[in-house]
C-alpha cells in the first residue's frame, strides 16, 4: 500500500518559517521525482516546487523563488520543503506528489497570519 503522509504545517507569522516533510511507503522513493502542490478551497491546485529523483535539479514556482527550497533524503524516503519568509498569501493545503504517479498524500494546512 502506498503512503505519503505530510507533516509539519500550521499557524505561523508572516515573516516567519516552516519546514515540511513527506515520508512516502510502499513506493520505491528514489525512483521518483517529487514535487510540492499547494491548493486553496475553489481555486486549482499549483505547482509549488519538484526536485528530480537524485535531487540534481530542483524548480519553483515564481512566487516561491527565494523563499522556499526543495530538498530530499532518499535513504529516509523523505521530501522536504522548506518555507521561509512565509507571507498570508502562502496560506493553503500543501500536498506531496510522486511525479508521474497517481500518488499524493492528505494534505498539510499552513496558515500564514498575525
Known amino acids: 500500500q502506498v503512503q505519503l503522509v505530510e507533516s509539519g504545517g500550521g499557524l505561523v507569522q508572516p515573516g516567519g518559517s516552516l519546514r515540511l516533510s513527506c515520508v512516502a511507503s510502499g513506493i520505491t522513493f528514489s525512483s521518483y521525482g517529487m514535487s510540492w502542490y499547494r491548493q486553496a478551497p475553489g481555486k486549482e491546485r499549483e505547482l509549488v516546487a519538484s526536485i528530480t529523483s537524485a535531487g540534481g535539479r530542483k524548480n519553483y514556482a515564481d512566487s516561491v523563488k527565494g523563499r522556499f527550497s526543495i530538498s530530499r533524503d532518499n535513504a529516509k524516503k523523505t521530501v522536504y520543503l522548506q518555507m521561509n519568509s512565509l507571507k498570508p498569501e502562502d496560506t493553503d493545503v500543501y500536498y506531496c506528489?510522486?511525479?508521474?504517479?497517481?500518488?499524493w498524500g492528505q494534505g498539510t494546512q499552513v496558515t500564514v497570519s498575525s
Open positions: 506528489h510522486a511525479a508521474s504517479s497517481g500518488y
